[in-house]
């Protein structure tokens, strides 16, 4: 009896539980739309760290094996002997041109790489000296 409404009722309307499964619902479309975006910037994330983590890798190559730096045209990674693979959808390319004062070389990484669609790039360079 210490329960009942005015009119004898017992527990929730039909509205009022329809209206706390609507705010439900949405609710939870609105968290799994936030985990989707959250995993979408995680690959990009990732495939960005990859990318920028092989330039830097090959850049320390060289700066750890001056007798490698040598004028060379922009040349794919891949077709280098430096023991480095590109992770699936990068690519790399390295240039090396000598500095204005001899003796010095320009060693320049360019990585490219694609995420949802979009191209994305960066270029990496230091001068060292070769042997």
Request: hydrophobic share 45%; charged share 15%; proline share 5%.
């Amino acid at each position: 009896m210490f329960f009942q409404g005015r009119l004898g009722e017992k527990g929730l309307g039909l509205l009022e539980v329809l209206a706390a499964m609507a705010l439900l619902a949405l609710g939870v479309t609105f968290i799994f739309g936030s985990i989707s975006s959250a995993a979408a910037w995680n690959q990009e994330a990732a495939r960005s760290t990859q990318a920028i983590n092989l330039a830097v890798g090959i850049i320390e190559y060289y700066k750890a094996r001056p007798d490698q730096i040598r004028a060379r045209p922009e040349t794919a990674v891949s077709n280098l002997d430096i023991g480095m693979e590109e992770p699936p959808g990068v690519t790399a390319a390295v240039t090396i041109t000598e500095y204005h004062i001899p003796g010095l070389y320009q060693v320049t990484v360019r990585v490219r790489w694609s995420v949802q669609g979009v191209e994305r790039n960066e270029v990496l360079g230091c001068v060292w000296p070769g042997s």
